[in-house]
């Protein structure tokens, strides 16, 4: 880029030159006070820790009335959590109470007997609706997972090797884990 003699003359006119714009003592200040106002102010080190301090109680007062609160509800949850169990129960202890009256003054034993199998049935479609099912034991294989073996007799027959031949004690499953192992008779 080659240089014209205008603009060699104007890079050398010190009238063409621009001169830097001075402030006067009032207009700098003015100027300075403007650039302060819209300028934040940063916080010092010790209010931004009074403020990080503040923050942190308050947080962990939160988490200890989360936590009471948790511990409270869970104590609640284990004192009335069978509530629902039990108010399903009452009626087939109403109806015991009523089989016990008329045990007394009945002499008819085939009505008496058809009143504790109506009762029987009655807690044992409780038990069902509960999850609650009887662990299968006659001629069923024996299974330690299951079953509890009481005794061991020589088998019957053939068949009945390493099978249930008789059940002392039922066992009960709930939601298919094992509340209550069966004890048995097996077949050797």
């Known amino acids: 880029m080659t240089m014209t003699k205008e603009n060699k003359e104007q890079l050398t006119d010190p009238a063409q030159q621009q001169e830097p714009t001075q402030l006067t003592d009032c207009q700098s200040t003015e100027a300075n006070e403007a650039e302060a106002s819209e300028a934040p102010q940063t916080p010092t080190a010790e209010e931004e820790l009074t403020k990080l301090q ?34 399903e129960l009452l009626p087939v202890i109403d109806d015991l109470d009523i089989a016990l009256q008329n045990i007394e003054r ?6 008496l007997r058809e009143g504790i199998k109506l009762i029987h049935s009655k807690f044992v479609d409780y038990l069902q609706r509960q999850g609650v099912k009887e662990i299968e034991t006659i001629e069923a294989t024996f299974d330690e997972e299951r079953h509890e073996a009481i005794a061991v007799i020589p088998a019957p027959s053939e068949e009945f090797k390493g099978k249930v031949v008789d059940c002392v004690k039922k066992g009960y499953t709930l939601n298919d884990k094992v509340i209550r192992h069966a004890n048995v008779v097996v077949g050797q």
Do not use: P
């Open 106 to 111: 009945t002499d008819d034993l085939v009505a």
């Open 54 to 87: 503040d923050a942190h109680l308050r947080l962990m007062a939160e988490y200890d009335n989360f936590r009471k609160r948790t511990l409270r509800e869970k104590s609640e949850l284990i004192r009335n959590g069978g509530e629902k169990v039990l108010l």
